[in-house]
C-alpha cells in the first residue's frame, strides 16, 4: 500500500541514503527526496515541504544541527536526527535544537522506518479533529488550537515544535493533573521510541521557555518531585 507522505533523506554517505530508500519503498513511501549536504537539504526542504526529515549529522557543510535550526525557521516537519555519535549529551543537543528524536549509527533500517511512521502518526494525532471533546484548550493565559495547531499566549502566538505542541496539548487536555513522565511517553513518543531520561526535560524546559514570565521560576508547569509534571488551570 502506497503512503503519501513526504520525506527527505540527508546523508553525505550515499550507500546509507540508498538503503534508507530501498527499505522505505518496500514499506510504501514513493514521494521521497536525498540530500548529500547541509545546504541542498535546506533547498529542497524549502521547495519540498517534506512531512519527515532523517537528518545525518555529521554534514560536510553545515551540520545537522544548524540544519535543524534552520528548517524550524520556517518548518514543523518532524526530525530525526541519524548521528554515529551516542553519548546522551549529543542526543539532548539534537533534541534542543529543534530535533524530534535521536538514531544511532549503526541502527536497523527497520526500527528507522517504524520510528518515521511513529512520527507521522503523532502528525496526524496533532491534525485530528477527534483529540478530545474540544479544539480549543485554555489554561491561564494560554489558548492552543488543536485544528490549526496553534498556540497563544495573551493572545501573542508563539511558536513550538510538532513535539512541544504534542506535549503540551496533552498536559492542557489533563491541567492540574499530575502527569508521570512514562505516560508522557506513551502519549506523545509512542511505543517505537527508546527516551534517554533527559529527554522529557529538555522539551519540558523549551516550553517553559516560550511560556513561562520566568522559566527559571515556573508559575504554571511546575514539576511535582518524584512523581511527574503539572500544568496549572490558572496561576495566582
Known sequence: MEINSKLLLVDDERDIVDL???????DGFRDIKRAYSGLEALRICREFQPD???????????????????IREFSYCSILFLSSKNDDIDKILGLSCGGDDYITKPFSPRELVFRIKAQLRRQQYQASPCLGDREILN?????????????????????LTGREFLLLSYLMENTDKIISKERLYEKVW???????????????????????????????????????????????
Open 20 to 26: 534508507i530508500q530501498e527499505v522505505l519503498q518496500q
Open 139 to 159: 489554561a491561564g493565559a494560554l489558548t492552543l488550537n488543536k485544528e490549526s495547531c496553534r498556540v497563544y499566549k495573551s493572545g501573542q502566538e508563539i511558536y
Open 52 to 70: 519527515v526529515v532523517v537528518l545525518d549529522v555529521m554534514l560536510p557543510d553545515l551540520d545537522g544541527l544548524e540544519v535543524c535550526k534552520k
Open 190 to 236: 509512542g511505543e517505537y521510541s527508546s527516551i534517554c531520561d533527559n529527554t522529557i526535560m529538555v522539551h519540558i524546559r523549551h516550553i517553559r521557555e516560550k511560556i513561562e514570565d520566568t522559566p527559571s521560576n515556573p508559575q504554571q508547569l511546575i514539576t511535582v518531585k518524584g512523581l511527574g509534571y503539572k500544568l496549572k488551570k490558572r496561576t495566582e
